[in-house]
C-alpha cells in the first residue's frame, strides 16, 4: 500500500537507503540547476527507486528521452535509458508560470526495466560511457584511448570499425559490447606488463 508522506530536506543529501528501506518513487518538480544531479542520485539508488516523475527543463528531457543517433544523446541519456524505460509525457509551456521563465518545461517518467545487471562490468561501463561522450565529436579511436593511460591494447585494437564511430551512434547494447572488448584490453595489457 502506498503511503505518500512529506519530508524537508535537500534531496541530495537525503540517506535514502536509511529513510526508504522498502523503495521510494521520486516524484516532483525538480529545480532545473540540479535535476541532473537527481538523475544520478536515482541511478545510484535505482534498486530503490522503481519509478521517477520530474518537470524539468524541456532540453534536459529531450535529452533523457532521445534514442541513439540524435545530437542529443548523451552520457545521462545512455545512463538512465541503460536502467530505466524512459517516457517524455508532455511540455509546458512558459506562459504556465508566474512569472514566466525564459525555458520551456517537460515532464517525464522513468520507470525501471527488467535490467537487473548488465552484461559488463558496470564501473567501467560508466566510464567508458564518460570517456566516449566526453569528446563526442571525436570518434571513438580517439575518445577511449585516455581508458588505456600508458598500456597498450592489442594491434588493431583501434582499427575495427566500431572505433570510427562517434559515440551518439552506438546503442547501449554495442556500448556494452565495447566495454566488455575496453576490459578484455585492460586485462590484456596488464597480464604482459
Not at 520551456?104 to 548488465?118: D, E, F, H, P, T
Not at 563526442?136 to 570510427?164: A, C, H, N, Y
Not at 584490453?185 to 606488463?193: D, E, G, N, R, Y
Request: charged share 25%; glycine share 6%.
Amino acid at each position: 500500500e502506498f503511503t505518500p508522506r512529506l519530508m524537508a530536506g535537500d534531496f541530495l543529501r537525503m540517506e535514502l537507503r536509511a529513510l526508504f528501506p522498502d523503495g521510494v518513487r521520486v516524484i516532483g518538480n525538480f529545480p532545473y540547476n540540479i535535476s541532473s544531479q537527481i538523475f544520478f542520485k536515482v541511478l545510484e539508488h535505482r534498486d530503490l527507486v522503481p519509478e521517477c516523475v520530474g518537470m524539468i527543463q524541456r532540453e534536459v528531457a529531450e535529452r533523457i528521452a532521445c534514442p541513439p543517433g540524435s545530437k542529443e544523446y548523451g552520457i545521462l541519456s545512455v545512463l538512465l535509458q541503460a536502467w530505466y524505460d524512459i517516457e517524455y509525457l508532455f511540455t509546458v509551456g512558459e506562459k504556465v508560470f508566474n512569472p514566466p521563465p525564459k525555458v520551456k518545461s517537460a515532464v517525464i517518467r522513468l520507470r525501471r526495466n527488467g535490467v537487473v545487471r548488465l552484461a559488463c562490468d558496470e564501473r567501467l561501463f560508466v566510464r567508458v560511457v564518460k570517456a566516449s561522450f566526453g569528446q563526442r565529436r571525436k570518434m571513438l579511436r580517439v575518445s577511449l584511448r585516455q581508458l588505456f593511460q600508458g598500456q597498450r591494447p592489442e594491434d588493431g585494437f583501434f582499427q575495427r570499425d566500431i572505433m570510427t564511430k562517434r559515440p551518439e551512434q552506438l546503442s547501449i547494447a554495442q556500448l556494452v559490447q565495447l566495454t566488455n572488448e575496453v576490459g578484455e584490453q585492460l586485462q590484456l595489457s596488464l597480464i604482459h606488463i
